[in-house]
T-cell receptor, first 117, second 115 residues
Framework: DGGITQSPKYLFRKEGQNVTLSCEQN?????MYWYRQDPGQGLRLIYY???????QKGDIAEGYSVSREKKESFPLTVTSAQKNPTAFYLC????????????????FGDGTRLSIL | AQKVTQAQTEISVVEKEDVTLDCVYE???????LFWYKQPPSGELVFLIR??????QNEISGRYSWNFQKSTSSFNFTITASQVVDSAVYFC????????????FGKGTLLTVNP
């Protein structure tokens, strides 16, 4: 089945530790996104990538890093600089990253819940 | 700046009742897109509908219907004859001209449908 796979489902981070959240899609989508969701809040964009080897900061990029070496993969690293990492993280993808694809719906994974130990 | 307001934080209804979820948006762009997503307890967001700013036709899909009114900057979502499986958080989102792929989400409305 085509879709977006996020792993792990639950993740715990120790003080001062970097952790990486995985996001893989087999939809052949060009664009991929990372969002953070806090309780009672909407989603906020962390990073997005329109095409392989390119990515842009979203609204809350500080303390996070990403890479886009392959079309199907867009891992997110939560660094020790992110002082409040406890949240639900959602990865999404959409068909095209160009201007013609901007209105295409984004499809989401099941999310990763990150907590502090 | 783009903004989406979902004033209803939580709504509780009894099965078979109709329910309307409100969404009000703000943007200075003339071209924009509006979306509704459903987030069941499992966590993933499920795409429900997209509407562009030039198409004000209302849409019906089964028990779901959407009322887009540019005059009031609203894009409301109605579920007819609600069912327990409709229980979820519903998000309205806006994508507009200057946002470079960034969806602006409302804070969501938690809908609980009781049997």
């Amino acid at each position: 089945d085509g879709g977006i796979t996020q792993s792990p489902k639950y993740l715990f981070r120790k003080e001062g530790q970097n952790v990486t959240l995985s996001c893989e899609q087999n939809l052949n989508h060009d664009a991929m996104y990372w969002y953070r969701q806090d309780p009672g809040q909407g989603l906020r964009l962390i990073y997005y990538s329109q095409i392989v080897n390119d990515f842009q900061k979203g609204d809350i990029a500080e303390g996070y890093s990403v890479s886009r070496e392959k079309k199907e993969s867009f891992p997110l690293t939560v660094t020790s600089a992110q002082k409040n990492p406890t949240a639900f993280y959602l990865c999404a993808s959409s068909i095209e990253g160009g201007s013609s694809g901007r209105n295409q719906p984004q499809h989401f994974g099941d999310g990763t819940r990150l907590s502090i130990l | 700046a783009q903004k989406v307001t979902q004033a209803q934080t939580e709504i509780s209804v009894v099965e078979k009742e109709d329910v309307t979820l409100d969404c009000v948006y703000e943007t200075r762009d003339t071209t924009y897109y509006l979306f509704w997503y459903k987030q069941p307890p499992s966590g993933e967001l499920v795409f429900l509908i997209r509407r562009n700013s030039f198409d004000e036709q209302n849409e019906i899909s089964g028990r779901y219907s959407w009322n887009f009114q540019k005059s009031t900057s609203s894009f409301n979502f109605t579920i007819t004859a609600s069912q327990v499986v409709d229980s979820a958080v519903y998000f309205c989102a806006l994508l507009s001209g200057g946002s470079n792929y960034k969806l602006t989400f409302g804070k969501g409305t938690l809908l609980t449908v009781n049997p």
